[in-house]
Protein backbone atom coordinates (compact mmCIF):
# COMPACT_ATOMS: atom_id res chain seq x y z
CA UNK A 1 0.00 0.00 0.00
CA UNK A 2 2.11 3.15 -1.11
CA UNK A 3 0.07 5.68 1.01
CA UNK A 4 0.96 9.10 2.28
CA UNK A 5 -1.86 10.91 4.51
CA UNK A 6 -1.99 14.80 5.05
CA UNK A 7 -3.95 16.27 7.63
CA UNK A 8 -6.56 17.75 7.59
CA UNK A 9 -7.84 18.57 3.95
CA UNK A 10 -8.55 22.17 4.43
CA UNK A 11 -6.85 24.41 6.73
CA UNK A 12 -7.55 28.31 7.57
CA UNK A 13 -5.02 30.52 9.43
CA UNK A 14 -4.37 34.17 10.67
CA UNK A 15 -2.39 36.04 9.80
CA UNK A 16 0.54 36.04 12.16
CA UNK A 17 -0.32 33.03 14.00
CA UNK A 18 1.59 29.13 13.98
CA UNK A 19 0.27 27.00 11.52
CA UNK A 20 1.63 23.40 11.83
CA UNK A 21 0.52 20.60 8.90
CA UNK A 22 0.99 16.78 9.28
CA UNK A 23 2.12 14.00 7.54
CA UNK A 24 2.22 9.99 7.49
CA UNK A 25 3.76 7.21 5.19
CA UNK A 26 3.50 3.56 6.37
CA UNK A 27 5.51 2.55 3.99
CA UNK A 28 8.82 2.52 6.34
CA UNK A 29 10.48 5.34 3.05
CA UNK A 30 13.83 6.84 4.62
CA UNK A 31 13.13 9.80 3.02
CA UNK A 32 9.92 12.79 3.32
CA UNK A 33 9.75 16.03 1.49
CA UNK A 34 7.07 18.66 1.77
CA UNK A 35 6.14 20.91 -1.69
CA UNK A 36 4.34 24.23 -1.78
CA UNK A 37 1.67 24.95 -4.80
CA UNK A 38 1.08 27.77 -6.09
CA UNK A 39 -1.42 28.37 -8.46
CA UNK A 40 -0.19 28.65 -12.32
CA UNK A 41 3.26 28.07 -10.55
CA UNK A 42 5.52 24.60 -10.36
CA UNK A 43 5.24 22.80 -6.95
CA UNK A 44 8.59 24.01 -5.16
CA UNK A 45 10.68 22.56 -2.45
CA UNK A 46 10.76 23.44 0.49
CA UNK A 47 12.84 21.15 2.46
CA UNK A 48 13.22 17.35 2.85
CA UNK A 49 14.09 14.79 5.52
CA UNK A 50 16.39 11.86 4.93
CA UNK A 51 16.20 9.97 7.89
CA UNK A 52 16.34 12.16 10.74
CA UNK A 53 18.46 14.81 8.86
CA UNK A 54 16.73 17.98 7.88
CA UNK A 55 17.52 19.68 4.38
CA UNK A 56 15.80 23.43 3.76
CA UNK A 57 15.86 24.96 0.42
CA UNK A 58 18.33 27.84 0.87
CA UNK A 59 15.62 30.24 -0.29
CA UNK A 60 12.84 29.45 2.08
CA UNK A 61 15.30 28.42 4.98
CA UNK A 62 14.03 30.67 7.30
CA UNK A 63 10.43 30.63 6.75
CA UNK A 64 9.64 26.99 7.42
CA UNK A 65 10.73 24.50 9.74
CA UNK A 66 10.08 21.21 10.41
CA UNK A 67 10.43 17.91 12.32
CA UNK A 68 10.28 14.08 12.05
CA UNK A 69 9.78 12.04 15.58
CA UNK A 70 9.57 8.67 13.93
CA UNK A 71 9.58 7.44 10.61
CA UNK A 72 6.54 7.88 9.36
CA UNK A 73 5.46 11.26 10.82
CA UNK A 74 6.66 14.51 9.11
CA UNK A 75 5.29 18.12 10.37
CA UNK A 76 5.31 21.39 8.63
CA UNK A 77 5.73 24.54 11.07
CA UNK A 78 5.04 28.08 10.07
CA UNK A 79 6.11 29.88 13.12
CA UNK A 80 4.11 33.72 11.63
CA UNK A 81 1.62 32.90 9.14
CA UNK A 82 1.42 35.50 6.05
CA UNK A 83 -0.57 36.07 3.33
CA UNK A 84 1.76 34.80 1.29
CA UNK A 85 1.78 31.04 2.29
CA UNK A 86 -1.62 31.04 1.26
CA UNK A 87 -0.74 27.38 -1.19
CA UNK A 88 -1.59 24.05 -0.98
CA UNK A 89 1.79 22.11 0.96
CA UNK A 90 2.12 18.73 -0.76
CA UNK A 91 3.94 16.23 1.66
CA UNK A 92 5.82 13.40 -0.05
CA UNK A 93 7.98 10.19 0.50
CA UNK A 94 10.78 8.10 -1.19
CA UNK A 95 11.99 4.45 -0.16
CA UNK A 96 15.70 5.93 0.12
CA UNK A 97 17.44 9.36 -0.52
CA UNK A 98 16.23 10.69 -3.59
CA UNK A 99 18.47 9.35 -6.50
CA UNK A 100 18.22 10.13 -10.23
CA UNK A 101 15.43 8.07 -10.66
CA UNK A 102 14.10 7.46 -7.38
CA UNK A 103 10.23 7.83 -7.25
CA UNK A 104 8.03 9.99 -4.81
CA UNK A 105 4.67 9.22 -3.19
CA UNK A 106 2.48 12.23 -2.70
CA UNK A 107 -0.22 12.84 -0.54
CA UNK A 108 -3.49 14.52 -1.71
CA UNK A 109 -2.16 17.88 -0.02
CA UNK A 110 -3.40 20.29 2.68
CA UNK A 111 -4.69 23.89 1.66
CA UNK A 112 -4.05 26.68 3.57
CA UNK A 113 -6.07 29.78 3.51
CA UNK A 114 -4.45 33.03 5.34
CA UNK A 115 -6.64 35.19 6.04
CA UNK B 1 19.03 26.56 -12.16
CA UNK B 2 17.08 23.38 -13.88
CA UNK B 3 13.77 24.54 -15.08
CA UNK B 4 11.06 23.12 -16.79
CA UNK B 5 9.21 24.17 -18.97
CA UNK B 6 5.41 22.43 -20.69
CA UNK B 7 2.13 23.13 -22.29
CA UNK B 8 0.02 26.21 -20.80
CA UNK B 9 -3.18 24.82 -20.40
CA UNK B 10 -5.86 24.18 -19.75
CA UNK B 11 -6.24 21.88 -22.77
CA UNK B 12 -9.19 20.55 -23.86
CA UNK B 13 -9.98 18.02 -25.73
CA UNK B 14 -12.66 15.64 -27.29
CA UNK B 15 -12.82 11.69 -26.52
CA UNK B 16 -10.84 9.95 -29.05
CA UNK B 17 -9.23 12.50 -30.10
CA UNK B 18 -4.87 12.76 -29.48
CA UNK B 19 -2.77 14.63 -27.23
CA UNK B 20 0.40 15.92 -27.28
CA UNK B 21 2.10 18.16 -24.18
CA UNK B 22 5.08 19.62 -25.08
CA UNK B 23 7.92 19.64 -22.37
CA UNK B 24 11.57 21.39 -22.20
CA UNK B 25 14.15 21.49 -19.72
CA UNK B 26 17.01 22.82 -18.78
CA UNK B 27 20.24 21.52 -16.98
CA UNK B 28 23.62 20.91 -17.21
CA UNK B 29 23.45 17.53 -15.91
CA UNK B 30 22.07 14.05 -17.34
CA UNK B 31 18.93 14.11 -15.80
CA UNK B 32 16.42 11.57 -15.76
CA UNK B 33 12.46 12.78 -16.62
CA UNK B 34 9.52 12.32 -15.19
CA UNK B 35 5.99 12.63 -16.19
CA UNK B 36 3.56 12.59 -13.09
CA UNK B 37 -0.23 12.75 -12.99
CA UNK B 38 -2.49 14.80 -10.69
CA UNK B 39 -6.09 13.13 -10.66
CA UNK B 40 -9.03 15.37 -8.94
CA UNK B 41 -8.61 15.47 -5.19
CA UNK B 42 -5.47 13.24 -5.42
CA UNK B 43 -1.40 14.32 -5.00
CA UNK B 44 0.40 13.77 -7.99
CA UNK B 45 1.56 10.17 -9.22
CA UNK B 46 4.20 8.69 -11.14
CA UNK B 47 3.20 8.49 -14.75
CA UNK B 48 6.65 7.05 -16.22
CA UNK B 49 10.29 8.15 -16.02
CA UNK B 50 13.17 7.40 -18.17
CA UNK B 51 16.87 8.10 -17.32
CA UNK B 52 18.69 7.49 -20.46
CA UNK B 53 18.47 9.33 -23.31
CA UNK B 54 16.94 8.33 -26.58
CA UNK B 55 14.51 5.80 -24.69
CA UNK B 56 10.62 6.00 -24.65
CA UNK B 57 9.11 5.57 -21.37
CA UNK B 58 5.20 4.70 -21.64
CA UNK B 59 1.96 3.76 -19.29
CA UNK B 60 -1.61 3.85 -19.73
CA UNK B 61 -1.56 4.66 -23.40
CA UNK B 62 0.95 8.11 -22.75
CA UNK B 63 4.14 7.83 -24.08
CA UNK B 64 7.54 9.83 -24.30
CA UNK B 65 11.07 10.09 -26.06
CA UNK B 66 13.59 11.17 -23.94
CA UNK B 67 14.93 14.28 -26.62
CA UNK B 68 18.69 14.94 -25.37
CA UNK B 69 19.56 17.12 -28.45
CA UNK B 70 16.44 18.91 -28.44
CA UNK B 71 16.23 19.07 -24.62
CA UNK B 72 12.76 17.45 -24.76
CA UNK B 73 10.43 15.54 -23.41
CA UNK B 74 6.86 15.91 -25.23
CA UNK B 75 3.92 13.38 -23.62
CA UNK B 76 1.99 11.75 -26.22
CA UNK B 77 -1.68 9.87 -26.20
CA UNK B 78 -2.86 8.91 -29.10
CA UNK B 79 -6.53 8.86 -28.46
CA UNK B 80 -7.33 10.53 -25.00
CA UNK B 81 -10.83 9.19 -22.93
CA UNK B 82 -12.80 10.87 -20.26
CA UNK B 83 -10.73 9.69 -17.40
CA UNK B 84 -7.32 11.13 -18.73
CA UNK B 85 -8.81 14.26 -17.41
CA UNK B 86 -6.07 15.37 -14.59
CA UNK B 87 -2.97 17.92 -14.28
CA UNK B 88 0.03 16.18 -15.66
CA UNK B 89 3.51 17.49 -14.77
CA UNK B 90 6.72 16.85 -16.45
CA UNK B 91 9.70 16.88 -14.40
CA UNK B 92 13.57 16.30 -13.96
CA UNK B 93 15.55 14.62 -11.38
CA UNK B 94 19.54 15.85 -10.98
CA UNK B 95 22.11 17.29 -8.67
CA UNK B 96 21.62 20.43 -9.52
CA UNK B 97 24.28 23.31 -9.92
CA UNK B 98 27.28 22.62 -7.27
CA UNK B 99 24.68 20.42 -5.31
CA UNK B 100 25.02 17.27 -3.46
CA UNK B 101 21.41 16.43 -3.16
CA UNK B 102 19.26 15.22 -5.61
CA UNK B 103 16.51 17.45 -6.57
CA UNK B 104 13.07 16.49 -8.56
CA UNK B 105 12.09 20.00 -10.26
CA UNK B 106 8.70 20.36 -11.66
CA UNK B 107 7.12 22.46 -14.30
CA UNK B 108 3.78 24.23 -14.09
CA UNK B 109 2.02 21.02 -14.89
CA UNK B 110 -0.82 20.88 -18.03
CA UNK B 111 -4.71 20.18 -16.83
CA UNK B 112 -6.22 18.23 -19.46
CA UNK B 113 -9.77 18.08 -19.64
CA UNK B 114 -11.42 15.62 -21.85
CA UNK B 115 -15.24 15.69 -23.09
CA UNK B 116 -17.17 12.96 -24.10
Known amino acids: DTTVKQNPRYKLARVGKPVNLICSQT?????MYWYQKKPNQAPKLLLF???????READTFEKFQSSRPNNSFCSLYIGSAGLEYSAMYLC??????????????FGSGTRLTVL | GDSVTQTEGPVTLSEGTSLTVNCSYE??????LFWYVQYPGEGPQLLFK?????EKGSSRGFEATYNKEATSFHLQKASVQESDSAVYYCALSDRGSGGSNYKLTFGKGTLLTVTP
Open chain 1, 92 to 105: ASSRWRLTSAETLY
Open chain 1, 27 to 31: MNHDT
Open chain 1, 49 to 55: YYDKILN
Open chain 2, 50 to 54: VPKAN
Open chain 2, 27 to 32: TKQYPT
